[in-house]
């Protein structure tokens, strides 16, 4: 035979061998999160018994303190506190109520937006004027806005099949509103919901105010809410008055909480995590409980196969991703000061839902590496190696050159609940939150195989 042939045969033998290799690997991560996970238990511990834990607050503390003891028990070599500065914000006692044509006043459900001050616990009235978009706002005359209260009632597209691009798409809303409304003259800002229900239910989220911009209330009514409000803005004039007590508190020293399985022979690092914060709203189950209990799954995982790691995998349980990202950057910040080399980060923070793919942020080459694995996967549902995207936390790592992976589940229910009371415990399925599980071990594994 051909020497020139031969070469090629070998190689294919070695790659099919450790294709089986790797499925086997594969099946044994399943059968050990699938069955034996408790990633579900300790979703339920978080969101029952901890609740909602918004950066600064007594629950953060005590999440954090949980996690140390959760990282513990999966079967952490090292677990530690890594200090950071987070800013203090909360809601407090709030009400919005709108008088129509009839002349009776209307209770209506409404939640301040994260980061936005309030009225200090006095009223705050004034006319509601009702637009759809930014384009029918800036068609009025100052004049029209001067003092008037402003809502934007633009809908979460329903025609964009990927919620993430949808809600992309309708942040900027929640993001802008205010400092649009306070620059012509108007005194509070509301916005629909970022949601893709249809009820009342008021969802917050991270807003921000322009430099040099007067800072003005700004909350969110449900989706229905807004449509109703546009409705009888249509027959005449309505008058809203708002009470909030909402604001910024200063700053005070939080923690991530990291956790690792020590490398048996590399000091290169693959982080895998989510973040520990949440709104003061709901339970923050899956946002992102889900991605802190399953992160925690993968290092439990891998000590149960008994898998020996090559690299230094850590869990990291970032702090203040909801308002402020100030967890991943000290952690961004501190591995370059360590000169701690990096190789992945895979974040989960985008619900617990069934996996379907991970996004990539990488080189072409990377790229290439992490489809060629796509036929390993394909068995537990994950197909999708499309998307560029990483995590709100992992981003900041970026400048340090280290590819970056988010996990990508189906994102039809998450903006129903994101950010808003109905994020709880009973809307995770325990399956679909250990399947991410069992696809983020997988990936890790890989990972720590073959990553260049
Ligand atoms: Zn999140």
Redesign the pocket.
Known sequence: MNKLLIFPLFLGGILFSQQKTDSLEFRKIADVVMNDGTAYEDLRHLTKNIGHRVSGSEAYEKAADWAVETLKKAGADKVWKQPVNVPVWMHGKESLAVKGTDGKWKKIRMLSLGNSEGTGGKDLSGALIVVRNFDEFNKLADTDLKDKIVLFNYPFRQEIISTMEGYGDAVKYRVMAASAVARRGGKAAIIRSVSTAFDDVPHTGVMHYQEGVRKIPVGAVGPRTADELQEMAARGVLVARLNSNCGMRGEKPSFNVIGELTGKDSKKVIVVG??LD?WDVGEGAH??GT?IVQSIEVLRALKKTAYRNHHTIRVVCFAN??NGARGGNAYADSLQLKKEPHIFALES?AGGFSPRGFGLIGTAEQKKQIRSWAPLFLPYGVYDFSIEEGG?DIDPMKKSGIALSGLIPDSQRYFDIHHSDADTFEKVNRRELLLGATVMTQMIYMIDRYWK
């Open positions: 989510g973040h949440s946002d992102d991605g991703e909801e923070d709100v």
